[in-house]
C-alpha cells in the first residue's frame, strides 16, 4: 500500500471521528453511512443486536444518551498498509442509566484501543479493546484494584 493510500486511510478515520465529537447523531450517522462498510465486521463486544455499520450507529445514539458531553481524544494514531490503529481517551459525565447504574452525574474516563482495516477507503473491520472495567470501577460496580 502506498504513503498516499494510509494517509487517505488516516483522513477517512479523522473524519469519523470529528462526527463522533460533534456529539450529533444525524451527523454521525451521516458519516458511518459515508465511510464504514454496512456490513462492516466488529469484533468489539457491543450492547446491540444490531450489526454492521448499524450496530455502530446504535452504540452511538447510546453513547449520547449515557454521556451527552462525550468527547473521544486520539492519543496515538498509526497507518500502516490497509490498517489504521488508534489509541483514544474517552470522557463524559454519566447523565443517564449505564450497565444498571442511574446517573451519578460523576465524569468518566477510560482508554480503548482500536485497529480499522480499510477497502476502497471505507472502514471493513473494527477490532477493539474498551476498558469496561475502568468504567464499572469508576461507576461503583467493581472496587478499586489494591495500591
Same mark, same amino acid.
Request: glycine share 4%; net charge negative.
Given at each position: /500500500? ?9 483522513? $477517512?478515520?479523522? *473524519?469519523? &471521528?470529528?462526527?463522533?465529537?460533534? *456529539? ?13 462498510? %454496512? #456490513? =462492516? ?6 450492547p ?10 446504535? =452504540? ?8 451527552? #458531553? ?5 492519543? #496515538? ?5 490497509? *490498517?489504521?490503529?488508534?489509541?483514544? $481517551?474517552? $470522557?463524559?459525565? &454519566?447523565?443517564?442509566?449505564? /450497565? ?7 465524569l468518566? $474516563? ?6 480499522? *482495516? ?24 467493581? %472496587?478499586? %484494584? %489494591?495500591?
Amino acid at each position: /500500500m502506498s504513503t498516499a493510500e494510509a494517509a487517505r486511510n488516516k483522513a $477517512t478515520f479523522n *473524519r469519523l &471521528h470529528a462526527a463522533t465529537n460533534s *456529539r450529533d447523531p444525524e451527523i454521525i450517522a451521516k458519516v458511518i453511512d459515508e465511510v464504514v462498510d %454496512p #456490513d =462492516v465486521q466488529m469484533s468489539t463486544p457491543l450492547p446491540i443486536a444490531a450489526t454492521g455499520a448499524e450496530a455502530l450507529k446504535q =452504540v452511538w445514539v447510546m453513547l449520547l444518551k449515557v454521556f451527552p #458531553d462525550v468527547h473521544v481524544t486520539v492519543e #496515538d494514531l498509526i497507518a500502516e498498509d490497509d *490498517r489504521v490503529v488508534i489509541r483514544n $481517551t474517552v $470522557t463524559g459525565t &454519566h447523565r443517564g442509566e449505564f /450497565m444498571g447504574v442511574p446517573p451519578t452525574g460523576k465524569l468518566i $474516563t477510560y482508554d480503548e484501543m482500536f485497529v480499522f *482495516r480499510f477497502a476502497d477507503n471505507r472502514i471493513t473491520e473494527a477490532n477493539g479493546i474498551v476498558n469496561v472495567a475502568s468504567q464499572m470501577r469508576q461507576l461503583g460496580l467493581l %472496587p478499586e %484494584p %489494591p495500591s
